[in-house]
């Protein structure tokens, strides 16, 4: 079995940080992408980045300067800096890898933003 397990959710004032982490674990053969999505309160879930095993990334235009997304291929964890949040970044943030032969997704970690 593999595990996604994302950490470092939690409350910060508008402008403020966070980082967010995702470890995979269990009978891993090969993580190739990893990413962070994220789902606000009545809305669909989107992407926020992604990196390729190689380190190359893709960010939402909406978090471009802002968020940096990051791994580490020795300890299958993937990273997300976020700084400057804003409130409607508020929401469920939820990690995705493509480990062995699919997609797997953790279960999520809160991030709220006040105003």
């Known amino acids: 079995q593999v595990q996604l397990v994302e950490s470092g959710g939690g409350l910060v004032q508008s402008g403020g940080s966070l980082r967010l982490s995702c470890v995979a674990s269990?009978?891993?053969?090969?993580?190739?992408?990893m990413g962070w999505y994220r789902q606000a309160p009545g809305k669909q879930r989107e992407l926020v980045a992604t990196?390729?095993?190689?380190?190359?990334?893709v960010y939402a235009d909406s978090v471009k300067g802002r968020f940096t997304i990051s791994r580490d291929n020795a300890k299958n964890t993937v990273y997300l800096q976020m700084n400057s949040l804003k409130a409607e970044e508020t929401g469920v943030y939820y990690c995705?890898?493509?480990?062995?032969?699919?997609?797997?997704w953790g279960q999520g970690t809160q991030v709220t933003v006040s105003s």
């Open positions: 990196i390729t095993r190689g380190g190359s990334t």
């Open positions: 995705k890898a493509f480990v062995n032969f699919g997609d797997r």
């Open positions: 269990g009978s891993i053969l090969r993580v190739n992408d």
